[in-house]
């Protein structure tokens, strides 16, 4: 859904990447859980790992989905419902089934605590 999306804004992935960068640097994105070691000293120039690379892409691009208006997903991401898990459900990384029919770029509602 997120390619579809930045396909549909006609940007190429790297500029969306860059644009978020740019924003986590402005302080503009809650890093609170970005899954690195001293995430708050991360800017444009910092150099990173390919694993550490990949975390934060995949982070950084979590926001730009979330933060899309509805208007702009696919037709078929509109009509899904949230999944009680939602970003927390594992089910989602095993069962494409389940990761097609649930929203999951939303907050648990159940078997976690929403923050």
Known sequence: ITEKCIRHLGKPLQ???SEWIRKMSNREVDRTR???????LITPNTYAC??????LVSFLLYWFRIT??????PLEAQQ???CWYGYACRTQHHNEEHARKRNHVCRPTRGARTP
């Open 15 to 17: 500029d969306v990447i």
């Open 34 to 40: 970005l899954p690195l070691n001293h995430a708050e």
């Open 50 to 55: 390919r694993d550490c690379y990949d975390k």
């Open 68 to 73: 899309l208006p509805e208007h702009l997903l």
């Open 80 to 82: 899904r419902e949230n």
